[in-house]
């Protein structure tokens, strides 16, 4: 059994500092599909049944998120030679092998048991297992996700890490919609236009604010033909391609919020409070064009700080949007025990 020291090895190569994101996107998700109008149980208890859903697909999100961060150290252990020669896979303090054992048990633990996250009415264990095939949607979500790390992270599945619209698009799609659209299936149906749009609009900020993370990687990216958009087309360039991405995505929200529902004649496509809507999304873009504002003052600083304003901002961007919109569908249900 690792000692204390080992389990510091492995916390360093789980890196669960990075767990809260996403943890926030899929609880916000949730958390939205319950105060929406496609909750399907109207009267919208909080029971012990909702509970356990949210805690099963909680937890084994947690343990998707570890199980990607091993298996991208391991994927880059020649790169984070030089750019993170701190991390255990490239100090040896864990064993390859060992990683990827730990990985693969992960990614089991990360699945399986979202086979259960099936929303309301069905709540028994039976129940869950025998559910339509179509209600599985975390399953096949989940699924999807563990695939994605491989296709960003190993050539033989394409490593679209390598490329600078492809790294962005395969993080903005599973970081960003894909997450939203997992919390929401824990509560309802997926077929609907409303968990999409609001995955767009995550998934369109992560796809140009993602990048901010991969100025201080330049030269280990460069040397290893990993063409991140700073790499492929210059720091100045790059800064100002991403800047819009901080402001256009939320400004989308009031839009989207005051935009007919396809599906339902007379209904919005968004189904949280409007009002509060419309606030989150021009007070996040308000925001975001202040860190846009940072990003382009001095871009050079972007390729000299590993942990630059404007990379902050991002992730706090993200978690306060994911915040924002739990509070505003919040807003438009009413409890019940």
């Known amino acids: 059994m690792a000692g204390p020291a080992g389990m510091k090895?492995?916390?360093?190569?789980?890196?669960?500092?990075?767990?809260?994101?996403?943890?926030?996107?899929?609880?916000?998700?949730?958390?939205?599909?319950?105060?929406?109008?496609?909750?399907?149980?109207?009267?919208?208890?909080?029971?012990?049944?909702?509970?356990?859903?949210?805690?099963?697909?909680?937890?084994?999100?947690?343990?998707m998120n570890a199980a990607s961060?091993?298996?991208?150290?391991?994927?880059?252990?020649?790169?984070?030679?030089?750019?993170?020669?701190?991390?255990?896979l490239v100090t040896g303090e864990v064993e390859i092998p060992k990683a990827w054992a730990v990985a693969a048990l992960l990614y089991v633990a990360a699945i399986v048991p979202t086979w259960l996250v099936v929303p309301y009415p069905h709540e028994s264990f039976a129940d869950r297992m025998r559910a339509p095939l179509h209600v599985h949607a975390a399953f096949f979500i989940y699924s999807i996700g563990a695939l994605a790390t491989f296709v960003y992270s190993f050539p033989a599945f394409g490593r679209s890490k390598r490329h600078w619209f492809w790294s962005n698009f395969t993080i903005a799609v599973t970081r960003g919609g894909l997450l939203k659209v997992a919390g929401w299936s824990f509560i309802a149906s997926v077929a609907l236009p409303e968990p999409w749009a609001i995955g767009g609009v995550f998934a369109l900020f992560l796809l140009g604010a993602t990048s901010t993370k991969d100025f201080s990687d330049m030269p280990g990216d460069r040397e290893h033909g990993i063409r991140t958009l700073p790499v492929r087309f210059g720091v100045s360039t790059a800064a100002r391609v991403i800047a819009p991405f901080f402001v256009v995505p939320w400004l989308l929200v009031p839009v989207l919020a005051g935009l007919p529902d396809p599906a339902r004649p007379g209904a919005f496509l968004l189904t949280g409070n409007r009002v509060l809507l419309t606030i989150l999304g021009v007070g996040l873009a308000g925001w975001g064009l202040y860190a846009a504002r940072l990003l382009l003052r001095n871009p050079d600083e972007l390729a000299r700080t590993e942990n630059h304003p404007a990379w902050t901002h991002m992730y706090l961007l993200l978690m306060a949007a994911q915040i924002g919109f739990a509070l505003a569908y919040l807003a438009s249900s009413n409890l019940s025990p």
């Open 69 to 88: 961060n091993i298996v991208n150290q391991i994927a880059d252990l020649e790169i984070d030679r030089r750019n993170k020669p701190d991390r255990p």
């Open 9 to 63: 090895h492995w916390l360093r190569l789980a890196r669960p500092f990075t767990l809260f994101p996403p943890l926030l996107g899929i609880l916000s998700g949730a958390v939205c599909a319950f105060g929406s109008a496609h909750n399907p149980d109207v009267s919208r208890r909080v029971t012990w049944q909702i509970l356990l859903t949210v805690a099963i697909g909680s937890l084994c999100a947690s343990a």
